[in-house]
């Protein structure tokens, strides 16, 4: 059990143009799914955490407009990446938990902003 | 502060054990985790220790946790060509929110 989706896996896209992630959770309900930017061969940076039916809180530094996150549902998340330049192009990466202490992740998907 | 270090690389060969080490600064973890990601992948999580344990054993994977250092430890046995990876060490606050903080990553390369 505790298997988190994420959907696409790999997405190209023109600048200027908005990308949406989905991230479901396929076998249980998450009280709280995370967003997170990983570049390459770093570590994980925390985006924003998000429960479902309230307004998703963001890490600072992180900006609000642009990476709108909706949790429409206990097992589904949206990061939404509007207006989208060459430097949001990253792995991003969601979890999700139903316990609290545990998080299980997604698989990740790469966005290339031409 | 929030910081998490580790050591950028480990090579071992197969067989052998392998020990990737972390260090933190925040005493008020309650949970601290080993995760593993291989390349292009997500993350998975391998094991979990609770602040209050010293130590943890999963098969072939051995947590110890240092609390008066600050230092937490995964071992793993006899060390597979699969086992190749980066491998997170994690703390999650004692907070509502139960965010998680990452280590910088430890590059595992088992040669045959």
């Given at each position: 059990?505790?298997?988190v989706?994420q ?16 991230c ?9 799914m995370f967003w997170y930017r990983q570049f390459p061969k770093q570590s994980l940076m925390l985006m924003a955490t ?9 890490e600072?530094?992180v ?16 990061l ?10 990253s792995f991003y990466i969601c979890s ?7 998080q299980y992740f997604g698989p990740g998907t790469r966005?290339?902003?031409? | 502060?929030e910081?998490v270090?580790q ?26 985790y080993w995760y593993k990601q291989?390349?292009?992948a997500g993350l998975q999580l ?40 980066i491998y997170f060490c994690a703390w999650a ?6 965010k998680l903080i990452f280590g910088t990553g430890t ?6």
């Amino acid at each position: 059990g505790a298997v988190v989706s994420q959907h696409p896996s790999w997405v190209i896209c023109k600048s200027g143009t908005s990308v949406k992630i989905e991230c479901r959770s396929l076998d249980f309900q998450a009280t709280t799914m995370f967003w997170y930017r990983q570049f390459p061969k770093q570590s994980l940076m925390l985006m924003a955490t998000s429960n479902e039916g309230s307004k998703a809180t963001y890490e600072q530094g992180v900006e609000k407009d642009k990476f709108l996150i909706n949790h429409a549902s206990l097992t589904l998340s949206t990061l939404t990446v509007t207006s989208a330049h060459p430097e949001d192009s990253s792995f991003y990466i969601c979890s999700a938990t139903k316990t609290g202490y545990e998080q299980y992740f997604g698989p990740g998907t790469r966005l290339t902003v031409t | 502060g929030e910081d998490v270090e580790q050591s950028l690389f480990l090579s071992v060969r197969e067989g052998d054990s392998s020990v990737i080490n972390c260090t933190y600064t925040d005493s008020s973890s309650t949970y601290l985790y080993w995760y593993k990601q291989e390349p292009g992948a997500g993350l998975q999580l391998l094991t979990y220790i609770f602040s209050n344990m010293d130590m943890k054993q999963d098969q072939r994977l051995t947590v110890l946790l240092n609390k008066k250092d600050k230092h937490l430890s995964l071992r793993i046995a006899d060390t597979q060509t699969g086992d190749s990876a980066i491998y997170f060490c994690a703390w999650a606050n004692s907070g509502a929110t139960n965010k998680l903080i990452f280590g910088t990553g430890t590059l595992l390369a088992v040669q045959p």
